[in-house]
């Protein structure tokens, strides 16, 4: 692991002013420890009462000297849901879709269950298989395709740059038995967000890059998201991504920045900067993206199961330490990892990038939770951060 280093952008102060504050060293502490703990390189970027506050630790690849930038591009994972989920959202504004209508009416090719409803694909409770696997209570492990994780991790690396057909994951998930009822039960599943995709372009008649474009990377200038499709191409700036894997007995590690992301079609497969993620979630928390009750509809927390945290539609609500509410999603592409948190009303935000060397063990795993807890805690602490003086 290089030596620690860090990056501390100038602070925009809310009334207008700028300057380094010296009462927010423990963002600076947060994110040299989070590198500390085994990333490569984080970056924070943080928007409150204080104002703006950008700052970045560690490496932009092993073995370098130099820093990650603080607004270069990551694979954001599954931060892509709340896109897909604010599509849709969209289109039920429009009245082109109804929540609580069959999924069914827009996709008969697909035989999907009649009783599965728009708002199930949205917020998880459809039941059906995840075309990734699924692990069950008992321990029960039934793979789907290729995964960077567990028994398939071989298999994926060396097939990274292979393309799937979004129709072929969700016909792999439907010839396998549905996890639960529909409506019945939680269950985090990438089948889901596959078909909100495939309803996004069955009902508009164009790619979901094309609405994701018209709808919100146009109105709000993200000039930094990008939906690659198959395409394993990043473009500059960005962290480099690896993976660690046995070899005839010996750890290899090998750079997968590269990669086809197509087998995570409409749940993962994005690429966006930290600017254009707080844009995003800053807007779509404030209101300039949904009409207010629809909003309210997509942050309504169904139980999930997991402590302090709902799933509502594209998003988590999440209680903190501190008794307050904030409306997040987080992701993780292989060797790439996203933070996106906002307070209702937008006016707080948290967007953090993290790059790592991955393995199928997931090994980063207990580092990655510590580090959403750490800032977290940090941002969303149930107090004003303001400005020394």
Known sequence: MPETTHEIIETRYSDGTTGVDPERPE???AIEEIVDSGFVGVSLRVHDDLGEWAGSAGAAELGGVARPLTNGQVRIGSNTKTFTATLVLRLVAEGRIELDAPAAHHLPELVLDDRITVRMLLQHTSGMFNFTGEVYEDGTVVPGIPIPYGATGKEWLENRFRSYQPRELVELALSKPARFEPGTGWS??????????LLIEKVTG???????????????????????DASP??????????????????????????????????????ISTLQD???FISALLGGRLLPAPLLAEMCIPHPTGIPNMGYGLGVFVVNTEHGDTVISHNGAAVGHATLMYGTPGGTKTLTAALSCVDDAGLAIAPAFLAAQRTLLNQVFRGEPMGKAG
């Open 27 to 29: 963002l600076r502490k």
């Open 188 to 197: 985090y599943s990438n089948t889901n967000y596959v078909l909100a995709r």
């Open 206 to 228: 164009r790619t979901v890059a094309e609405e994701t474009r018209r709808l919100i990377l146009e109105p709000l200038g993200l000039s930094g998201t990008v939906l690659p």
């Open 233 to 270: 191409e990043i473009l500059e700036p960005f962290a480099r991504a690896y993976y660690r894997y046995e070899d005839s007995g010996e750890q290899r590690t090998i750079d997968v920045t590269r990669q086809n992301p197509s087998w995570i079609a409409g749940g993962g497969d994005m």
């Open 277 to 279: 993620l707080h844009t």
